[in-house]
């Protein structure tokens, strides 16, 4: 094939992604090309072209940190991240170990039973077969026990892999699994058997992972009896995580801070904690939060991210847990189609989710909640009308048979919530507001549609892009988005864009249709 000097004929030679690229000088226009195939000799015949570089084959197994890969037996840095109530299901999971990405089973909102039982299924399908997964710990505050407790189960089916979220600083649940089974190899390393990917979106959160555990935190534990001498002496050489995950604007718990301008701030961070510390190996950071199309991977290993994790679009794929109507629903969704609304924990305090917009009224619902928690001492105190609204369109019952199963879940779940509402009315209307965000959320997970209009699904601006890449392609259809064939044509996107931006920064004239792929059904 002729080397190509325009930019139609470099783009037709940029598609072949699987080639050596060759950079090459025109003699006579001193414009840069491209050529694929030809060979190099010595002679400096007008035949040929000055050779400026040689760019071997670009595969998306290269993207991302190769420790990445190393630590967690991957074969791309990608990562499924945990989406809560099983939506990051069993199945979810299994198909992305079995891609050779990395996922973690969303255990938030799960019982201990139910969760224990899909723990089961997880180490039953993929130990056999040493592929990597992992479940995740989210800081419950006000319940430690919880968070105790999971990490005993963690422990139990030997989860090797646990992203911890929500943490404004360490809990001893958190230290514990990092530190169990630390131990020193004949060469000296120290190795791990349990692996924290913390999930931040502040410094100062992470600067937490980024050190070693305090000391007197590991002399309770080695007290305790919950770790070894030795483990606590390994652990105070180590950071608590070596993957911290940047989360930009994402679905559900946010920030909103955009990818471009947090991760630098943490890499920052990561690199003077390396530097104080001199720990004996790097920190890697990796990228979440509206990631949702080739180039937004592109982009995040561009930054520099050791691997990318990826939520909002695997909601809609096949194997994840939310109905089909909540998928079709997503389906649907465009890039401002999201919107900020009060979440079911921490509501009293003002902590917001980033959920779906389009086609469902849960976004204002939930903020007129706030509003009216804020307004109003006590759901006596609220306005007639006022109430008989909210009764009609959000509670469809009256407020008191709604305060009747309130009470009835907490008396089983957190009876001193009870204890307090009985002394504040303000507690009480707190607890009856959470009624209806915590239902909000199942409702699309069961698929009841009398309830789309209040139907809580947890989305990020990545969705939108997601639905405009692959509009009239073959993962438009819901049918056909696999996990695998999601995760495949991200990566395969983003080596082809990778490529199309390095021969650019070379010089060499790449039109602008090099930086667009298309999805196509591919197979490892
Ligand atoms: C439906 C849904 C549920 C989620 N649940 C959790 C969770 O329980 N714990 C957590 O740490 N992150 C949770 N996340 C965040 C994801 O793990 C991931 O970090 C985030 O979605 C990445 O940003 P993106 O939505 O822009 O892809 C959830 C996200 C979604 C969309």
Redesign the pocket.
Known sequence: MPPAFDTQGIGRLLSQTRASHHVLRHRAHAAYGLGVDGNIVADNDTNTFPLLGLLPPQYPEWLGDRSFHESHGVRFAYVG????RG?ASVELVCALAHVGTLGFF?A?GLSLAVLEKNLVRLRDTLDPKELPWGA?L?HTVGAPDLEERTVDLYLQYGVRRM?A??FMALSPAVVRYACQGLRRASDGRIERTHHVFA?ISRPEVARHFLQPPPIALLEALKAGGKITADEATLAAQLPIAEDITV?AD???HTDNRPLSALFPTIAALRDAMVAKYSYPRPIRVGA?????TPEAVAAAFALGAAYV?????H?CAVESGLSADGKSMLAEAGIADVAMTAAADMFEAGVKVQVLKRGTLMAARGNKLYQFYRRYESLEAIPDNERAQLERDLFRAPLTDIWRQTEAFFSEHEPEQLVRATRDPKHRMALVFRWYLGLSSRWPLQGDATRRTDYQI???P?MGAFNTWVRESFLAPLSNRSVHQMALNLLEGAAAITRAHQLRSLGVPVPASAFVYRPTPLAL
């Open positions: 991240g945990e989406m809560a939506i969303g938030a995740n989210i992203s979220s929500a999930k989360e994402s679905g559900g979440a939060g509206g990631i949702g994790l990826v939520g909002s679009v909601q947890w989305c990020g990545a």
